[in-house]
T-cell receptor, first 109, second 113 residues
Framework: AQRVTQPEKLLSVFKGAPVELKCNYS??????LFWYVQYSRQRLQLLLR??SRESIKGFTADLNKGETSFHLKKPFAQEEDSAMYYC???????????FGSGTRLLVRP | GAGVSQTPSNKVTEKGKYVELRCDPI?????LYWYRQSLGQGPEFLIY????????DSGLPNDRFFAVRPEGSVSTLKIQRTERGDSAVYLC???????????FGPGTRLTVT
């Protein structure tokens, strides 16, 4: 079955430290991967998607089909990056998103 | 412009009661999605509308759950004979079609006592 795994429930780093939020998926077809973010008291919003190859707010993510991973990275974390991050998989442009259970990122001053 | 709105923001109901949750998508968005998010989990797909029709309702957990979108805009998620296990945040999202970014609403927190 299709699945998205985010192994860390909580990731705590100090401001200025590098960040990597892990995401692994299981799907044998053509996946499209996304990262969604939810800041405190705000709604869920798209951070980035792999096909756009953009860097948003300093975050990047590379799809590794061999390792079935889509880890989110940022070289220097900022306090305003503290939020809940969800990795999501869309199968074969099917519009239906399968979300991981999320990782809470806490950036300490 | 206005984003996706959902009403009510919170709903407390007794086990066995019927509830309706409403979603107002972004104007002009033809695609509308419902998700359910239980505590400590990511959103879980329930149903997808393209226009007025339910293109995929494979995520609805059982026949107590039903959703409509009669005019291709506002959607209502209906839950009959609510159970305590239905307690969750129900999220609605819309997109300009089925392939573009999904914009999420703030959610309705349903508590079944």
């Amino acid at each position: 079955a299709q699945r998205v795994t985010q192994p860390e429930k909580l990731l705590s780093v100090f401001k200025g430290a590098p960040v990597e939020l892990k995401c692994n998926y299981s799907y044998s077809g053509s996946p499209e991967l996304f990262w969604y973010v939810q800041y405190s008291r705000q709604r869920l919003q798209l951070l980035l998607r792999h096909i756009s190859r953009e860097s948003i707010k300093g975050f990047t993510a590379d799809l590794n089909k061999g390792e079935t991973s889509f880890h989110l990275k940022k070289p220097f974390a900022q306090e305003e990056d503290s939020a809940m991050y969800y990795c999501a998989l869309e199968m074969d442009s099917s519009y239906k998103l399968i979300f991981g259970s999320g990782t809470r990122l806490l950036v300490r001053p | 412009g206005a984003g996706v709105s959902q009403t009510p923001s919170n709903k407390v109901t007794e086990k066995g009661k019927y509830v309706e949750l409403r979603c107002d998508p972004i104007s002009g968005h033809t695609a509308l999605y419902w998700y359910r998010q239980s505590l400590g989990q990511g959103p879980e797909f329930l149903i997808y509308f393209q226009g007025t029709g339910a293109a995929d309702d494979s995520g609805l957990p059982n026949d107590r759950f039903f959703a409509v979108r009669p005019e291709g805009s506002v959607s209502t998620l209906k839950i009959q004979r609510t159970e305590r296990g239905d307690s969750a945040v129900y999220l609605c999202a819309s997109s300009s079609d089925g392939y573009n970014e999904q914009y999420f609403g703030p959610g309705t927190r349903l508590t079944v006592t």
